[in-house]
């Protein structure tokens, strides 16, 4: 999708990942993906900024009481929607 090390720009980003472009901007927000401006409004995400994330979002943490090279596995969290309430009658 992006050649040559071009920035990307957040909607190119959702699209890339699947998710929404506010959490692109929000990842910008917290400091965990790198970001410049270009100009007052336009955001852009260099592309060793975006395989940086990728990479810290692949590392296994190491358990703090095994020792080096015992690898522990990344607990999922699943969120999903809840179902729409119903209205209560009268």
Not at 31 to 55: K, S
Request: charged fraction near 25%.
């Amino acid at each position: 999708m992006n050649s040559g090390g071009r920035p990307y720009t957040p909607d190119q980003l959702a699209e890339l990942w699947g998710c929404s472009p506010n959490h692109v901007r929000n990842l910008i927000r917290q400091g965990d993906l790198r970001a410049f401006r270009l100009g007052a409004r336009l955001l852009r995400v260099p592309a060793d900024a975006v395989h940086e994330f990728e990479a810290r979002q692949m590392m296994t943490p190491q358990p703090l009481d095994t020792g080096p090279g015992v690898a522990m596995p990344i607990p999922a969290i699943v969120i999903t929607h809840a179902r729409e309430r119903q209205r209560k009658r009268d």
